[in-house]
């Protein structure tokens, strides 16, 4: 399972998906200063609509981590 996520000045958005390829997505939204709010909020909220604690999403995300980055905007 992979999970991607976002976050932005107002949304974290969260993509997850599994072993089969179904992809879904979450939507929290962020707190300025206090990023992680988001996160956890999104991961929480991915988590539920599966059924799952976010310990058990989290055990079944891929170890893997890639994060892309832009230039910054001048």
Do not use: H, N
Not at 2 to 26: C, E, P, R, W
Request: hydrophobic letters at 40%; charged letters at 20%.
């Amino acid at each position: 399972m992979y999970l991607g996520i976002d976050i932005g000045g107002t949304f974290t958005d969260l993509v997850l998906m599994d072993a089969d390829g179904k992809v879904s997505t979450t939507k929290a939204l962020s707190t300025p200063g206090q990023l992680e709010d988001g996160l956890f909020e999104a991961i929480g909220l991915a988590a539920a609509a599966r059924g799952w604690s976010t310990e058990q999403l989290l055990a079944r995300v891929s170890p893997s981590a890639t994060a892309p980055r832009r230039p910054p905007m001048r």
